[in-house]
T-cell receptor, first 116, second 112 residues
Framework: AQTVTQSQPEMSVQEAETVTLSCTYDTSESDYYLFWYKQPPSRQMILVIRQEAYKQQNATENRFSVNFQKAAKSFSLKISDSQLGDAAMYFCAYRSAGGTASKLTFGTGTRLQVTL | KAGVTQTPRYLIKTRGQQVTLSCSPI?????VSWYQQTPGQGLQFLFEYFSETQRNKGNFPGRFSGRQFSNSRSEMNVSTLELGDSALYLC???????????FGQGTRLTVV
């Protein structure tokens, strides 16, 4: 079974600064997807970024980028130019690429605070 | 395009009762998955439906069940409610297996 670990329960960043959230995972599969989701106080999970394991190039979405290290099974999220609206819970998630199921396995989350 | 819609948003039930939650996926999406979120257990996968068939099921007791209709709308049912069933229930839809999953705002269930 796959597991996802987020070792930082809470992080804090000043507005306009850069912060990196860590995520490690364990799997015996070679093909899979990794995601970062954001959950603001409204509780709706919002997809931030997706990485396909077969792609060596790190995914980027505007101010959000990942550092995907497949051999180390590490998948960190970098948020540049942090904004107050970035304050939320961030969840790292794993999904197998094989088969027909699309189950997501989530980490325990990192609460990000953004200060002025 | 409308997002994933979950109804109701909030629900209070008594122990022993049953409850039905509804999820309307994004138009054209055929896969619907359900997750339970609690402070203690985090986000846990309940089950996934694709074209009216259950494709995957998480490690939950048989009191938790679901179904999907021909228009891809899905319902989940919890019978004989327990206090521990109090949680945020999230629904996610996607077009297919490899596509991105989009979540609804969830249903907050409180069992008293």
């Amino acid at each position: 079974a796959q597991t996802v670990t987020q070792s930082q329960p809470e992080m804090s960043v000043q507005e306009a600064e850069t912060v990196t959230l860590s995520c490690t995972y364990d799997t015996s599969e070679s093909d899979y997807y990794l995601f970062w989701y954001k959950q603001p106080p409204s509780r709706q999970m919002i997809l931030v970024i997706r990485q396909e394991a077969y792609k060596q190039q790190n995914a980027t979405e505007n101010r959000f980028s990942v550092n995907f290290q497949k051999a180390a099974k590490s998948f960190s999220l970098k948020i540049s130019d942090s904004q107050l609206g970035d304050a939320a819970m961030y969840f790292c998630a794993y999904r197998s690429a094989g088969g027909t199921a699309s189950k997501l396995t989530f980490g325990t989350g990192t609460r990000l605070q953004v200060t002025l | 395009k409308a997002g994933v819609t979950q109804t109701p948003r909030y629900l209070i039930k008594t122990r022993g009762q049953q409850v039905t939650l509804s999820c309307s996926p994004i138009s054209g999406h055929r896969s619907v998955s359900w997750y339970q979120q609690t402070p203690g257990q985090g986000l846990q996968f309940l089950f996934e439906y694709f074209s009216e068939t259950q494709r995957n099921k998480g490690n939950f007791p048989g009191r938790f069940s679901g179904r999907q209709f021909s228009n891809s709308r899905s319902e989940m049912n919890v019978s004989t409610l327990e206090l521990g069933d109090s949680a945020l229930y999230l629904c996610a839809s996607s077009w297919g297996t490899a596509s991105k999953a989009f979540f609804g705002q969830g249903t907050r269930l409180t069992v008293v």
